[in-house]
């Protein structure tokens, strides 16, 4: 794996297109230098954008594309009118022919999943793919999954999960054993629907090896990093992101108003601003901005539709982590060691 | 309504029992003198601890009980060993007997509401009851059910948490048609699983007079305050609520940190310390304590279990507020005006 990592985009993705994506994989390029980008899109707008990058010097290779999937395109509308020929399904195109390791879009998630099952297939072995998010908490980061890829489980759709979302911790945090936890309603084992009882059930009698069962964790444990993959169904899954999310803007804008109230409070912030700088790094969403394609044919990596150039950069490491490290061949093998393989 | 408003209290539930149940009760009354208790619990413990306020004079009976609900009893359990004489029993049932406007525990959660609905039995109209809780938002506070009553929901059962919902914001905030969104995982009408869709549709094409139906809300929108109620199923309402608390808790630490960094930090807390207090105060969970169960035949307000004195008396006033502004009645009036009711 000496040789470099190539990451193909969806250039027209998200609510500024390339002139985030472009800025965005040159900040990538600067902390991977063995990164190189295949770039899908209007190449009018991509090509002046790239050149004024010398960040990105013989580092792209541009395929221009004429159609572009709309931020509210329903997925079946998206897959109807961009399959082939848009710069989201090129991109995706690309993991699957072997010409790039990963594919990172800020287009529409809908789409983007809905094409990528399309033209990646989903993993021998999983039933339904699910988006995983690195979850910051006061210990570091977690893994986070189904943070909205499908609404509903059952018990083997969870088990997968722990198994893919331990994979893909394993590559994220280095560890050889990630503890995994079911997010539930409670931590007594009599709580909870039917699928996560059923779910800690398989987990704790097949005891797999290459993840360390917790248990149950609640939506407090979230913040609190108690495991280091945390597993859920995504219709829950996305409310808790979004909510967390929700919550520190609350509390971010509580802080700014408590201290522009009074003289004292102003003086004090202009002492205290390198910390308050630093909180707001430590809260800033972009810095862990990518959701990650789980169980399927290759690496897809969503990042959020309005970040900036930081954001997406954010995303375009994270798939270059994934890539480098061979998530593919990490989720394989842990599904093969997992005794849960039998419930596929 | 120039009555005294009597209220039973379970002086044994919770971490701290009657330690923070008296002097709870006692900075409640300070807030609303027409406040009387009735305290079951342990008499020999409670006396002293009532005699040593001065704020509760004649304002307290106490009814003694020999067996109290222990925090991990499962309900099944508790409904065996505590029926008819915990304290916990007592309460509810001075409730139904109509001795008290309202009780408050701070006991176990599956217990109590076991219990209530043995002992006090779900309103007509009414499948499943809900516990709501206030939300603090960037406008204020929402009204947000169901955090934890109930695994698993129909569109019926959405649609009368909508309605029970509207009543209790309608009382506490005092707005005639209170706004209602439905908790889901995105805004477009084709979002969201069965359950949401159907509900949706219900509570658009009923327009019911007493509520105004907003649509769907996200995670983010909680802590917006985009609507006056969010409604959603008990698993992903009592996650959604713990991993707000848990995110509020982890940018407090990562606040406290900040500011004990380096010494110009120290010194702009110094100056700043009045505005972290008013920060501490609006991000204190205590300020809106207490579950109120909806849709049984009488008023149960949950106080979390390991709340201090001033969190008890949160709890104690929203029972006030709900016994004082009639939330029975209010309720049964909007179920009887909804157009909803065809679904009863």
Not at 82 to 97: C, E, F, L, P, Y
Not at 222 to 232: E, I, S
Not at 294 to 304: A, C, Q
């Amino acid at each position: 794996m000496s040789q470099r990592v190539r990451i193909s985009l969806d250039a027209m993705g998200g609510d500024h297109g390339p002139s985030v994506v472009v800025p965005g994989a040159a900040i990538a390029r600067e902390r991977h230098p063995d990164l190189t980008f295949l770039m899908f899109g209007d190449e009018a707008v991509i090509a002046p954008l790239v050149a004024a990058e010398p960040r990105l010097k013989d580092a792209v290779e541009i395929r221009h594309t004429t159609v572009a999937v709309a931020m509210d395109d329903k997925p079946s509308q998206a897959v109807r009118q961009g399959r082939g020929k848009s710069s989201m399904w090129q991109a995706i195109q690309a993991v699957r022919d072997g010409q790039a390791e990963a594919a990172v879009s800020a287009g529409n998630t809908g789409a983007l999943m809905a094409m990528s099952k399309i033209c990646l297939k989903t993993m021998t072995g999983i039933e339904r793919p699910a988006i995983a998010c690195l979850w910051p908490t006061v210990r570091g980061e977690s893994v986070v999954l189904d943070v909205g890829a499908t609404i509903g489980t059952d018990a083997e759709h969870l088990v997968e999960m722990a198994v893919m979302g331990a994979a893909m911790a394993r590559i994220v945090f280095d560890i050889e054993r990630p503890t995994v936890g079911l997010l539930n309603v409670g931590t007594e084992e009599m709580k909870g629907n039917e699928a996560v009882k059923e779910a800690a059930r398989l987990l704790r009698e097949s005891e797999p090896g290459n993840l360390a069962y917790h248990g149950f964790v609640e939506g407090n444990d979230l913040g609190r990093g108690t495991v280091d993959v945390v597993v859920t169904e995504g219709f829950t899954g996305n409310i808790a992101l979004k909510t967390a999310e929700g919550t520190a803007k609350q509390i971010g804008s509580y802080l700014r108003s408590a201290m522009s109230r009074t003289l004292m409070a102003k003086i004090g912030y202009l002492f205290a601003r390198q910390a308050f700088q630093a909180l707001r790094d430590k809260m800033n969403p972009s810095r862990a901005n990518g959701g990650v394609f789980l169980g399927l044919e290759g690496i897809v990596i969503k990042s959020h539709g309005s970040e900036n150039a930081q954001g997406f950069a954010a995303a375009v490491d994270l798939a270059y982590d994934m890539a480098r490290h061979d998530l593919m061949r990490t989720i394989r093998d842990m599904l093969d060691q997992s005794p849960t393989s039998v419930t596929a």
